[in-house]
């Protein structure tokens, strides 16, 4: 793909240089600086000065003032040029003899030295003699199949080394101690320090011009088979691709990052980046193309012209505006050695940042995302694109130049929403992946801002996860976008955020009385319910207390069951402020008293009558109704009859004097067991109500973590009222022969001998008296076990007493206290069980064993 990287523009016409002389030819140039040397094909040197200047139109152009010319008096031609600036020399090539003239005015050196029997020569612009004031030249010799290394001065010429080749070289460049050589039949890379060769590639010198120009450090261009235009390190290697160029190439030259080509016809521009063609320019009759200094001059055999490049900046503009991204990239990496650090960096990110919108208009967003980031794109540049999208209060003003022709998404798009919708989605995930990064660094409000009208717009569920999370969206412009999209529950939230909560509960609150549509939340009034139940604003609940429970009491009463454990409940949120208050709702009351004493295990009497007093009346009023044996009230007295018995706190009294009126014997029996008064409980279990498992039980839970005799005086009490001689029956009777069976080690087997009737017949009682004689023995066993067990640890004790008396104890007043250091100063002491005497007050006072006597050693070092 064509591109304009060069210009071409005439330097030397026809008729300032050859005027009616047309037998002249140019045969060879040499530009250093504004010194520009022609050598003809009639042993002639002209000498001229380049103006350069810009036209107006922007086009540079060159006006060549000749300053003198010098013929040589060989009638040869003049084969090559090249100037020595450093020595104010020009070497000139005639008749195989290297001639040294002055630059000025083109006249031989005093000395008269010369190199003769040279074919070709070349310059090392990298030279190893480290010498400011000497030339290194390379010489091909005319027979010998040699090259010449020669150190030229201002005023004589010295031959440094000669080396031998295996054919005669035909074409030469060198670089350092590297020769690159161009022989007959293939191309070599020679190190004259060490004369090691290597062979490269084949080549014909019969059929074809040879090409070799050393293009920067230790690197060459070569003309390789194919028409390829190769590069080759001094190495020996290629570490650049190829370049592609026409059959007939014979010049060549590098101008970074292209190279061009000369045939009979074009000159051709290929990139060393991606190695296109990326110009062609018409050329007929060239036969030199050399690079001075960074200049292209090329020349036919009357004329001579210069290939001026573009700005590397233009070109990729050029390249940016043809929409050809990957181009310009590859170009502007390229540009990085020909530009300075700085000013390259701002370049590349300008250039960045325009190859995404390029690419973004495209539709092409995972590249346009890269090509952003990569160019540190300000964001707002993208986003301003968007209508509306910045904030109102935003101050951000359009880079200049634009980094594009957009004037905004429905220009770019054309009106077409589809296209319009994924740009939006694609703006969605970029500011989502940016806002937490250093690229949104100053511009947060913005970011987000803009993503909650995105969000808001598209009905996208992140819009919620926005607003529950830090965020720096603005108020003045989130409220009214999210009343247009209808987004009060998410309004709330942003409210919420900003610490406005009756804003927010206001909103919330009329969506669900229907007065604003919002189907965001179908459970808003269980959230509402959440939200003041860990709302610190007290002032702020009790507001919304009535309203909550006259929709629900059941679960409306959370905003007082489920606060904080940790929240001060001394002033607003006092229990007993909230049970006053509760009184007229007789559902959430009961919660309430319940979240109180059982959940939070409130040892409060009050709550705990209130509670039991509730229960009560739900059971009266279930029982009220005719007939009513129902589940509910099965699970109302379970409920009443669960607090009775798990609850010490209540008014016994109070409510017993209620239940005696009713037929609520169990409960009845629970309340008057409460009062130790367990013959009557057990009375009314065994004789009203005729339950023997629940007598059973009554004993079982009423003795719970007491003592175990307290137990068996129940079980006996029970028993007794079985086979009470004025109230027996069968069904009594049986109930103690179970009774008995069921519980055996409960009872003291010799008081229920006395008390069954002596006509039971010992089949009936067998498995009590089994058990009973198990329990009695295993009772015996583990006594005298503990007994033992006792008499051993006591031998034990004695056995330690008398070994700790067999050794004797030396005090003396040079013995020092394990405690304080100190000596004894009467035979009175404490001996610890490691041996150690300490004074009877430092053992009253010290509950730790003594120092050790490390410990002791560094006391006494200190001391």
């Excluded at 181009?327 to 300075?340: C, F, M, S």
């Excluded at 006792?790 to 030396?810: C, D, P, W």
Aim: aromatic share 10%; glycine share 4%; hydrophobic share 40%.
């Amino acid at each position: 793909m064509s591109v304009k990287a060069f210009e071409l523009v005439p330097v030397l016409e026809r008729d300032l240089l050859i005027g009616d002389k047309t037998w002249m030819t140019i045969d060879c140039i040499e530009c250093c600086g504004k010194n520009l040397y022609v050598g003809t094909n009639d042993c002639f040197i002209y000498h001229f000065l380049l103006e350069e200047k810009v036209s107006t139109s922007g086009r540079i152009l060159f006006t060549p003032i000749k300053q003198l010319h010098m013929y040589l008096g060989i009638k040869k031609a003049v084969n090559e040029l090249k100037a020595a600036s450093a020595l104010n020399r020009l070497l000139v090539l005639c008749d195989n003899t290297v001639t040294i003239l002055h630059m000025i005015n083109l006249e031989p050196i005093p000395s008269g030295a010369k190199i003769k029997g040279v074919t070709a020569f070349s310059v090392n612009e990298n030279p190893v003699t480290g010498d400011p004031f000497c030339v290194e030249v390379c010489t091909i010799s005319l027979k010998r199949k040699t090259v010449q290394i020669y150190a030229v001065h201002e005023d004589r010429v010295q031959l440094m080394k000669e080396v031998s080749t295996p054919e005669q070289p035909v074409a030469i460049a060198v670089d350092g101690y590297f020769l690159c050589l161009a022989m007959s039949t293939q191309y070599i890379i020679l190190c004259y320090n060490t004369g090691v060769s290597q062979n490269l590639f084949p080549f014909n010198s019969e059929e074809k011009q040879p090409i070799v120009k050393r293009i920067g450090r230790e690197e060459f261009l070569l003309a390789g088979p194919g028409a390829l235009g190769m590069f080759v390190t001094a190495a020996g290697i290629s570490q650049r691709a190829p370049v592609h160029w026409s059959e007939n190439v014979f010049g060549a030259a590098v101008c970074f990052p292209y190279v061009v080509a000369l045939d009979e016809e074009f000159v051709t521009v290929h990139s060393m980046l991606d190695q296109q063609q990326k110009q062609t320019i018409p050329f007929r009759g060239g036969h030199i193309l050399q690079d001075f200094e960074g200049k292209l001059i090329i020349a036919t055999s009357k004329e001579i012209h210069m290939l001026v490049p573009l700005p590397l900046e233009r070109q990729i503009q050029d390249l940016l505006a043809s929409r050809r991204v990957e181009e310009a990239l590859v170009l502007a990496k390229g540009a990085r050695r020909n530009i300075p650090k700085d000013k390259f960096q701002g370049m590349y990110r300008r250039i960045l940042q325009q190859a995404g919108f390029i690419q973004f208009g495209q539709l092409q967003f995972l590249e346009a995302k890269e090509l952003f980031r990569s160019g540190q794109l300000d964001v707002r540049e993208l986003m301003s694109l968007y209508p509306l999208l910045l904030p109102s209060t935003s101050t951000f003003i359009r880079s200049h130049p634009s980094l594009h022709e957009y004037a905004d998404l429905n220009q770019l798009m054309q009106g077409d929403q589809e296209k319009i919708t994924k740009c939006k989605r694609f703006l969605m995930s970029y500011l989502n992946e940016i806002r937490s990064t250093e690229v949104a660094n100053g511009y947060k409000e913005e970011i987000d801002t803009a993503l909650l009208k995105l969000y808001a717009e598209a009905n996208h569920d992140s819009l919620l996860d926005l607003l529950v999370s830090e965020n720096s969206c603005l108020l003045v412009d989130a409220v009214p976008w999210l009343e247009k999209c209808k987004k009060y529950f998410a309004l709330g939230l942003l409210y919420h955020y900003n610490g406005q909560n009756e804003a927010a509960l206001q909103l919330w609150v009329k969506i669900v009385d229907g007065q604003l549509q919002d189907a965001t939340r179908s459970d808003l009034f269980e959230y509402i319910v959440d939200f003041l139940s860990f709302c610190s604003n007290h002032e702020l609940v009790w507001k919304y207390t009535d309203w909550v429970l006259q929709r629900s009491e059941e679960v409306g009463i959370q905003i007082f069951t489920r606060r904080p454990l940790d929240e001060n409940q001394t002033t607003c949120m006092n229990p007993d402020d909230i049970v006053n208050y509760l009184h007229k709702y007789k559902k959430a009351i009961v919660v309430y008293l319940e979240h109180l004493v059982f959940e939070r295990n409130i040892q409060k009497e009050k709550f705990h009558t209130h509670l039991a007093i509730l229960y009560l009346d739900k059971v009266l009023d279930l029982q009220s109704q005719e007939g009513n044996v129902s589940e509910e009230l099965t699970s109302a007295r379970c409920t009443l009859k669960n607090l009775l018995q798990h609850s010490n706190l209540y008014r016994v009294h109070l409510l017993l004097g209620r239940v005696k009126e009713t037929n609520l014997f169990m409960e009845c029996a629970i309340l008057h067991g409460k009062l130790e008064e367990h013959e009557k409980a057990l009375e009314i279990l065994v004789h009203r109500l005729k339950d023997f498992q629940a007598a059973e039980d009554y004993c079982l839970w009423n003795s719970k973590d007491k003592d175990p005799s307290h137990r068996q005086k129940l079980f006996h009490m029970l028993l007794t009222l079985y086979l009470h001689p004025d109230v027996s029956s069968d069904e009594l009777i049986m109930a103690g022969v179970d009774l008995l069976n069921n519980h055996a080690v409960q009872f003291d087997a010799v008081r229920v001998l006395q008390l069954v009737p002596e006509e039971w017949s010992l089949q009936l009682l067998s498995p009590f008296l089994t058990k009973a004689m198990r329990g009695s023995f295993h009772a015996k066993y583990t006594a005298e076990l503990s007994s033992n067990l006792a008499r051993s640890e006591n031998l034990i004790f004695k056995y330690t007493k008398v070994k700790s008396r067999e050794g004797s104890i030396q005090l003396s007043d040079k013995k020092v206290c394990r405690v304080c250091c100190s000596y004894f100063t009467e035979p009175v002491f404490v001996r610890y069980p490691d041996g150690s005497l300490v004074h009877i007050h430092c053992a009253k006072k010290s509950h730790k064993l003594p120092a050790t006597k490390q410990n002791y050693a560094s006391l006494k070092n200190q001391s």
